[in-house]
């Protein structure tokens, strides 16, 4: 059985499967229609949404499956004290395959610990949004044919948002070329950074401002400030007013550039550039049914697309618990310390389930 917690779990190859199964699914949909008749989704989501819940419930109800699931954890049994260990060991009972959105770093892959199902994070903490990263990439390779070579920049709350972390480490392992670009305090996290550096050699651009770089990029991906995970001592009112997107910027970019976003947009982006050609970003959101459906299919080993052993990681048990506050492991107390090595070189050690570098211990 496998699960989809980071975009680590799956190859590249495996990818460009999920990519061409997704094509068929969107031009050809009569085809697969009853491709999953009696299966049952679930979706346990603790956080809002819009289109990660409805376009994984509708990608399974247009294979004919069905879903069931929360919105609101305050109408579940966590209000009560349940772990998310007992949650999903009930749902793994009542379904064929659970999508999960959390607050904290690392949930989805404890969730994955204790299934019998398949697990897909859809979203966890300011950590991962891996199904984002798969749609990101999907839109790029649309519109601009390829990703290698190609220069992605990446703008707003880098630090926080996690989405602009799995498109950051998915963009330098298919060979695009990496811009940062935040306002002070909101740069991308040394975790992603070292990630990028130990494992695809690269080390990304860091710009303070759009327009220093904006003529440069074929991809310009803009992030809203994650609002509700700063914390208390960052004035939130001027944060919010560092950066904005529209036409008088997009005025000094490529005339092919592709504008991009994952959504919610808040006040970063204007709705005057949805005219623009150059935008991609409701695209990139309808984007997201194809890539579900063919991912759930997937899993489910449907369509003989995922093989059957993951890529290898080193995890080891470990006696050094992580000092991140919102790692699951610092909320959920069953859990023991877990360390993955991301190159076998010891300064690279970090916490398995929310990626958080550990100090090196002599
Ligand atoms: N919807 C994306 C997420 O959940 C991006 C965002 O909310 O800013 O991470
Ligand atoms: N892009 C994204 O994850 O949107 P939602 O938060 O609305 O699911």
Known sequence: MRHFITLDDLSNFEIE?????????????????????????????????????????????????????????HAASVAKGETIADTVRMV?????????????????????????????NGGDGSHRHPTQALTDLYTILQRKGGIEGIKVGICGDLRYGRSAHSLALAVARFGGRLVHIAPH????????????????????????????????????????????????????????????????????????AIIMHPLPRVNELAYELDADGRAAYFEQSANGVPIRMALIASLLGLEQLILTQP?????????????????????????EPETEMITDDLTTAVCAYCGAIKPVTM
Request: aromatic letters at 8%; one cysteine or more.
């Open 185 to 256: 305090g909101f740069q991308m996290p040394e975790w992603v950074l070292s990630r990028v550096k130990h494992l695809y050699g690269q080390e990304p651009l860091e710009r303070g401002h759009l327009s220093d770089v904006i003529g440069e990029l074929d991809v310009i991906y803009v992030n809203r400030l994650q609002q509700e995970r700063l914390p208390p001592e960052i004035d939130r009112e001027a944060a919010s007013k560092s950066y904005l997107v529209n036409s008088a910027v997009m005025s000094g970019a490529k005339s092919d």
């Open 311 to 335: 890529p290898e990681r080193k995890i080891a048990s470990d006696n050094r618990s992580c000092d991140n506050l919102n790692c699951v492991t610092a909320h959920e107390h069953y859990l």
């Open 92 to 120: 793994a009972n009542y379904s064929d395959i659970i999508v999960v959105r959390h607050n904290w770093a690392g949930s989805a892959r404890v969730m994955a610990c204790y299934s019998t199902v398949p697990v897909i």
């Open 17 to 73: 499967q999920i990519f061409r199964l997704a094509d068929q699914m969107r031009t050809q949909i009569a085809t697969w229609s009853g491709f999953c008749k009696g299966k049952l989704l679930a979706t346990l989501f603790y956080e809002p949404s819009t289109r990660t819940r409805l376009s994984f419930e509708s990608a399974v109800e247009r294979l004919d499956g069905r879903a069931i699931g929360f919105a609101d954890p």
